[in-house]
């Protein structure tokens, strides 16, 4: 069974919106420099842009899953013969 086209829609967006969030917690202040500074000065606690960065990575790993058609329920190793594994961990 295939996504709909409008889901389709959502996930691209989806994906380019976390995305750019990625890259502006990429490019935020680096741990170094924070260190540097008192801690009331701190824009943000870098574990917790650590944590934020790690997280929208896996959200980004989940949306590109599902936009391939690998996600949760849907199967994507096959038999020699072609036939879908039910259980591709559990060998059928």
């Not at 540097?36 to 997280?55: A, H, K």
């Amino acid at each position: 069974m295939s996504i709909p086209t409008s889901d389709n829609v959502f996930l691209h967006e989806l994906e380019l919106d976390v995305r750019a969030e990625l890259t502006l917690a990429e490019t935020g202040q680096p741990e170094e420099e924070a260190a540097g500074l008192p801690i009331d000065e701190w824009l943000s606690d870098p574990v917790d842009d650590q944590r934020y960065e790690v997280n929208l990575r896996s959200l980004l790993g989940a949306v590109e899953a599902l936009e391939d058609g690998s996600g949760p329920g849907r199967c994507t190793e096959t038999e020699p013969n072609g036939e879908r594994l039910k259980h591709p961990r559990k060998g059928r």
